[in-house]
Nanobody, 125 residues
Framework: KVQLLGYGGGSVQAGGSLRVSCAASGYTYSSSWFRQGPGKQREAVARIYILSGNIDYADSVKGRFTISRDNAKNTVYLQMNSLKVEGTAMYYC?????????????????????WGRGNQITVSS
């Protein structure tokens, strides 16, 4: 059983930076950040494997966002630089403690069996 606790979020002007974090209470295999803006579907942002550190990014954030982890703290971070207005969304931490037997992609909601409450990010022009 894994519990997730998110930190961070808030408001920033376009071009600014914010960082959100997600602490897990139990074993995690990989963790991701998703986001859902007003009137939009939820989309995957970034994924990191906890042990190997291998990373994937959505094309929309590549070069601007950085996902990282501190294994000693069992925490995953998302550093968001050069934020855009269209980045306004609720950002969700998601994690899985199981292998990918079902063949999900990292961008699929079904890959993850634990979800955080969400961190609201508002980017103004």
């Amino acid at each position: 059983k894994v519990q997730l606790l998110g930190y961070g979020g808030g408001s920033v002007q376009a071009g600014g930076s914010l960082r959100v974090s997600c602490a897990a209470s139990g074993y995690t295999y990989s963790s991701s950040w998703f986001r859902q803006g007003p009137g939009k579907q939820r989309e995957a942002v970034a994924r990191i494997y906890i042990l190997s550190g291998n990373i994937d990014y959505a094309d929309s954030v590549k070069g601007r966002f950085t996902i990282s982890r501190d294994n000693a703290k069992n925490t995953v971070y998302l550093q968001m630089n050069s934020l855009k207005v269209e980045g306004t969304a609720m950002y969700y931490c998601a994690t899985t403690n199981r292998s990918n037997a079902a063949g999900y992609r990292w961008t699929d909601d079904g890959r993850y069996n634990y979800w955080g409450r969400g961190n609201q990010i508002t980017v103004s022009s």
